[in-house]
C-alpha cells in the first residue's frame, strides 16, 4: 500500500494550487481519506477528509477555498486549493485508513501516510 503526493510548489497570496495524491495496492469498499498539513513547530493538522461514499467534512479554516476530490477511476484523491493564504503554508500529507471516518479531522487511525508535498505561500 502506498500514497504519493505531488502537486505542491510556491504561490503568492490568493494564488491556488492543486495537490494529488494516487493511492496504489489499497483495497477495500469503506474507506476514509484525508489531507493533512504540519508547519514547522506546530502539530498536524486535518484540513479535508472525504469517505468513500462522497461525504465531505472541511477545516474551519479551509472552508470555502478548499475542495477535496476523488478520482475512483485513477485512485487518486486531490485537493483543489484557491485563494492561499501565508497561513496555509506546509507540508501537507495525504493519508488513508480502512472504513468509516471519524467525526473529528485530527489524524488518528489513518494507517497509510503518503510522503508530502511542500507548500509555500508568499505574502
Known amino acids: 500500500v502506498q500514497l504519493v503526493e505531488s502537486g505542491g510548489g510556491s504561490v503568492q497570496a490568493g494564488g491556488s494550487l492543486r495537490l494529488s495524491c494516487v493511492a496504489s495496492?489499497?483495497?477495500?469498499?469503506?474507506?476514509?481519506m484525508g489531507w493533512f498539513r504540519q508547519a514547522p513547530g506546530k502539530v498536524r493538522e486535518g484540513v479535508a477528509r472525504?469517505?468513500?461514499?462522497?461525504?465531505?467534512r472541511y477545516a474551519d479554516s479551509v472552508r470555502g477555498r478548499f475542495t477535496i476530490s476523488k478520482d475512483n477511476a485513477k485512485n487518486t484523491l486531490n485537493l483543489e486549493m484557491n485563494s492561499l493564504k501565508p497561513e496555509d503554508a506546509a507540508m501537507y500529507y495525504c493519508?488513508?485508513?480502512?472504513?468509516?471516518?471519524?467525526?473529528?479531522?485530527?489524524?488518528?487511525?489513518?494507517?497509510?501516510w503518503g510522503q508530502g508535498t511542500q507548500v509555500t505561500v508568499s505574502s
Open positions: 493519508a488513508a485508513k480502512r472504513g468509516h471516518c471519524f467525526y473529528d479531522l485530527g489524524p488518528r487511525g489513518y494507517d497509510v
Open positions: 495496492g489499497y483495497t477495500g469498499s469503506s474507506y476514509c
Open positions: 472525504i469517505h468513500s461514499d462522497g461525504t465531505t
